[in-house]
């Protein structure tokens, strides 16, 4: 069966009950909409899917509450449970985050079970204990699935895992050019500080350097309630919509997303709605965004900021990039990842060994560089002695409030 299409008469014996270990749902997270559009999948083909919610946020809520927690991301046909305890055997476990690796390891009997990796957890922490906890959800003997091929290829090499990939895809049936948009000459930045692998800083200061000598530019930034509080003009949108999101590509001249860890999904959807974009170069970026659909750069802001000026003022560049991203998006619907998820799932259940693909870069350009000055930060108005810059001192509370508060919650609960 190895290397070969699964019939139907096949799958329809491997029907099996699938417990997924989920944390209790983060309200417009993209990994959990990733998590219930993939049970949802399976649960079409015709397993039966148990979500099992941990980290309670109101102590004995009731399965409605949980449901309810669940289905704003969509229908979940799956039952829902408070807690990760799995009752009896089943057919696969499915961990989907470091500590619930630990548990479904140690605590879940199943015929197999599996590791549903979404980023590379450990840099979600300083360098110690949660660091290596996170480290360690790797060696647990799941077999690791994860979205994006940089990510198994990590995890083989640094930790031996018999890794396999799914693809990165974009919901055509969400981003798309839209031909009676107006364009403007503007550029769209994802602003998540409570997300520090999202680079809000570097991001900030890529983008002052292009107002700094792109005046004319407007810049958007998006992604979080909290307004970056930039001493540059820009006009901050808050949490979108995934359709507002396909609006706002498809305005906009150039889009930023950066990410020091795994890709994250929003440069695969600006490359569907037709929107350039601009990342860090990297062993996390390179395997992963393909040659001349998107302009990957070192990583400072000097040379972010003259990836994007390269753009705005390069119309053949802008087109080639345009061309290109339509057309790697074509060959990546959707439909793609469900099935290649849903595909490796039968096979693991079929007692089938995972064959390791070989995984070789994407992208095989130079890192763009520039050498572009950060310009100077104006002062306060009416402030005539030396202060620390707004911005900064904003961004540095932040990190430390929620530095703070991930090593209380962890105190306190277990988990971050």
């Given at each position: 069966?190895?290397?070969?299409?699964?019939?139907?008469?096949?799958?329809?014996?491997m029907?099996?009950?699938?417990?997924?270990?989920?944390?209790?749902?983060?309200?417009?997270?993209?990994?959990?909409?990733?998590i219930f559009?993939?049970?949802?999948h399976?649960?079409e083909?015709?397993?039966?899917?148990?979500?099992?919610?941990?980290?309670?946020?109101q102590r004995n809520m009731g399965?409605?509450?949980?449901r309810?927690?669940?289905?704003?991301?969509g229908?979940?046909?799956?039952?829902?449970?408070?807690?990760?305890?799995?009752p009896?055997?089943?057919?696969l476990?499915?961990?989907t985050?470091?500590w619930?690796?630990?548990?479904?390891?140690?605590?879940?009997?199943a015929?197999?079970k599996?590791?549903?990796?979404?980023?590379f957890?450990?840099?979600?922490?300083?360098?110690?204990?949660?660091?290596?906890?996170?480290e360690?959800?790797y060696?647990?003997?799941?077999i690791p699935?994860?979205?994006g091929?940089?990510?198994a290829?990590?995890?083989?090499e640094?930790y031996g895992a018999?890794a396999?990939f799914f693809?990165f895809?974009?919901d055509?049936e969400?981003?798309?050019p839209?031909?009676?948009?107006v364009?403007?000459q503007?550029?769209?930045?994802?602003h998540?500080p409570?997300?520090p692998r999202?680079c809000?800083?570097?991001?900030?200061d890529?983008?002052?350097?292009v107002?700094?000598?792109?005046p004319?530019?407007?810049i958007?930034?998006y992604?979080?309630?909290?307004?970056?509080g930039?001493s540059f003009?820009?006009v901050?949108l808050?949490i979108?919509?995934?359709?507002?999101?396909n609006?706002?590509y498809?305005?906009c001249?150039?889009?930023?997303?950066?990410?020091?860890?795994?890709?994250?999904?929003?440069?695969?959807?600006?490359?569907?709605?037709?929107l350039?974009?601009?990342d860090f170069?990297g062993?996390n970026?390179i395997?992963?965004?393909?040659?001349?659909?998107?302009l990957?750069?070192?990583?400072?802001?000097?040379s972010?900021a003259?990836?994007?000026?390269?753009i705005l003022?390069?119309?053949?560049l802008?087109?080639?990039?345009?061309r290109?991203?339509?057309?790697?998006?074509?060959?990546?619907?959707?439909?793609?990842?469900?099935e290649q998820?849903?595909?490796?799932v039968?096979r693991?259940l079929?007692?089938?060994?995972i064959k390791?693909k070989?995984?070789?870069?994407?992208?095989?350009?130079a890192?763009?560089?520039a050498?572009?000055p950060?310009?100077p930060v104006?002062?306060?108005?009416?402030e005539?002695?030396?202060?620390?810059?707004p911005?900064a001192m904003?961004l540095y509370?932040?990190?430390?409030r929620?530095?703070?508060?991930?090593?209380?919650?962890v105190?306190?609960?277990?988990?971050y």
């Open positions: 069966m190895a290397g070969q299409t699964i019939t139907d008469e096949e799958r329809e014996g029907k099996r009950t699938i417990a997924w270990l989920v944390p209790y749902p983060i309200p417009g997270s993209g990994g959990h909409r990733t559009s993939h049970i949802r399976l649960a083909r015709g397993h039966q899917c148990h979500v099992h919610i941990g980290e309670d946020r399965e409605q509450a949980l309810e927690a669940v289905e704003q991301f229908p979940c046909p799956a039952q829902i449970h408070r807690g990760y305890a799995v009896g055997r089943v057919d476990a499915v961990a985050a470091w619930t690796a630990e548990v479904a390891a140690r605590e879940v009997a015929a197999h599996i590791y549903f990796v979404q980023d957890e450990p840099c979600f922490n300083p360098m110690g204990d949660l660091y290596i906890r996170a360690n959800s060696r647990q003997g799941l699935i994860t979205i091929r940089w990510l290829r990590l995890l083989r640094r018999r396999d693809e895809t974009a055509a969400t981003y798309f839209i031909d009676a948009a364009q403007e503007a550029v769209c930045f994802v998540q409570e997300k999202r809000p800083v570097i991001g900030g890529a983008l002052a350097i107002k700094h000598h792109c004319e530019v407007t958007y930034t992604g979080s309630p909290e307004a970056p930039y003009d820009h901050h808050g979108l919509s995934r359709e507002e999101c609006l706002l498809n305005r001249t150039a889009g930023l997303c950066l990410s020091s860890s795994n890709p994250s999904r929003i440069p695969f959807e600006m490359m569907a709605a037709g350039p974009a601009v170069h062993d970026t395997h992963d965004l393909p040659d001349q659909a998107v990957l750069a070192e990583r400072n802001p000097s972010l003259g990836a994007i000026i390269e003022r390069s119309p053949d802008r087109e080639t990039m345009r290109r991203g339509l057309e790697s998006m074509r060959n990546r619907p959707a439909a793609l990842e469900f998820f849903a595909d490796k039968e693991i079929a007692g089938e060994q390791e070989e995984i070789a870069p994407l992208y095989t350009a890192p763009f560089s050498d572009l950060l310009p104006p002062p306060p108005a009416g005539g002695e030396e202060q620390t810059p911005r904003s509370r932040r990190l430390c929620n530095r703070i508060g991930r090593v209380l919650k105190m306190w609960k277990g988990y």
